[in-house]
């Protein structure tokens, strides 16, 4: 095992790269306190590959899919929460936990997605509330017997509609419940998986149907300050290769129109398209972004989010367009290959670094480079930068937040895998 930095160590290299950043007229100590303020909302569902707690042992189904079967998978809630405190306590800063609908806890009672209630995520509330993190929520429009014909929203059966309908409603609600009680505003993110595997012969009316049942989800006006709504569009699913209704153009313009939160996620889009251009150009239109940061492997895969051109290009977008404040950071991924804590550590981590480096970059010279047309200039500065000594910056992070530095954070969950995960059977 390799030996860990000593404290002196980190603070003799940290104060180095002060010096070299000062120089291309950078301000570490600012760019770290920006960094400190930036929440990002981590997804529930990485522990326990989808699954949620309403029918144990139910299939995961809406066209997307978890692969792998690494031991140590969260069965219960406090489960699912023992592994998220972990997860936040090997992480800078203070971070939102985003909540699907299948999270609610009944008391074994069995209640329908119709009929669940903030009480139904009173534990959520509680231990978010004492953990000071704030809530996002998500309704769930897959894994029911309601949503088994592929279509949700957009059904044809209006009996389907509304039974979805009042579930969106129900979460809406309950949303707004979390964000009153944890006194920021809650998130609520709406993605359906409705399309058709093969070729459609009307294109149409299910998309005139989802705009009317998105109309009818978000009639009622709730206090923005306790809940914002989102709408995630998508490209393809799993089973629905041929057509999605909810498709990016749809809501894009359906965000636009009634001026809600607009969720990009990074996987779904074709693989040439980056989320990365596509932010200063939404955020024209549309009040505030919602991010789902994913990795697609040549599909829609939700691989664990790594430190890729990729994601260093979204955060070097939300940096340089001052849309930090506009912008909720989402983690959407779900890995069942490998520890799904590690895995979350791992995402955020690298989310959090990417940002640190969109922070450090001297953004005026860069933008005064561009402006005089000299982009032998630019395309050199920003080669140059990327050799920075930025790591010591994100060390000297982790030290004065107080938590592990560097690849010692794994040693963390190695330990608890033995303690605790690996009596999972
Ligand atoms: C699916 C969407 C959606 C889900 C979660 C579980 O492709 O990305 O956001 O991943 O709601
Ligand atoms: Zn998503």
Redesign the pocket.
């Known amino acids: 095992m390799m030996t860990q930095p000593t404290d002196a160590q980190i603070r003799n290299a940290y104060a180095l790269a002060v010096e070299r950043y000062a120089a291309f007229g950078v301000d570490v100590e600012r760019a770290l306190a920006t960094l400190a303020g930036v929440s990002i909302s981590l997804h529930c569902w990485q522990g326990d590959d989808v699954g949620g707690f309403e029918a144990p042992g139910g299939e995961l189904t809406g066209g997307i899919a978890a692969t792998g079967n690494y031991p140590g998978k969260a069965r219960t809630a406090d489960e699912l929460r023992r592994d998220l405190d972990l997860v936040y306590s090997l992480i800078p800063g203070a971070h939102r936990l985003n909540l699907h609908a299948i999270y609610a806890e009944t008391g074994g009672r069995q209640v329908e997605r119709t009929d669940l209630k903030p009480e139904h995520f009173s534990r959520w509330i509680d231990w978010a509330k004492e953990t000071r993190r704030g809530l996002d929520f998500n309704p769930t429009l897959f894994s029911h017997p309601k949503a088994a014909s592929g279509m949700t929203l957009a059904s044809y059966d209006a009996s389907i509609r509304q039974f979805w309908v009042d579930h969106c409603i129900a979460c809406r609600r309950i949303g707004a419940a979390m964000g009153k009680a944890l006194g920021t505003a809650c998130v609520t993110n709406i ?1 359906i998986p409705d399309g058709y595997k093969d070729i459609p012969a009307d294109r149409a009316t299910p998309r005139a149907l989802l705009q009317e049942s998105l109309d009818a989800v978000l009639a009622e006006k709730l206090d923005r300050r306790h809940n914002l709504d989102a709408v ?1 569009g998508k490209l393809f699913g799993l089973g629905a290769e041929s057509y999605t209704v909810g498709s990016a153009e749809f809501y894009l313009g359906y965000a636009v129109a009634n001026q809600v939160l607009l ?1 990009l ?1 990074s ?2 889009f074709h693989p040439t398209e980056t989320i990365a251009d596509k932010i200063s150009a939404v955020l024209l239109y549309v009040p505030e972004l919602l991010l ?1 940061v ?1 990795r697609g492997v040549r599909w829609d895969s939700d691989h664990v989010v790594i430190f890729s051109d990729d994601l260093q290009a979204i955060m070097q977008e939300l940096v340089r367009g001052g849309f930090l404040a506009r912008t909720h950071i989402g983690l ?1 991924y779900f890995d069942a290959s490998i520890n799904r804590v590690a895995a979350w550590a791992i995402g955020t981590r690298a989310a959090l670094r990417a940002l640190l480096l969109a922070m450090l970059e001297p953004l005026d010279q860069l933008r005064g480079l561009e402006i005089a047309g000299d982009f032998t200039g630019r395309l050199a500065l920003l080669e140059e930068l990327k050799a920075l000594p930025w790591a010591a910056v994100w060390d000297y992070h982790c030290l004065r937040h107080e938590v592990p530095v560097g690849y010692s954070f794994l040693g963390e969950i190695r330990g608890y895998e033995k303690r605790e995960l690996s009596k999972r059977p």
């Open positions: 993605w995630e969720c996620d996987g779904h789902h994913s959407d």
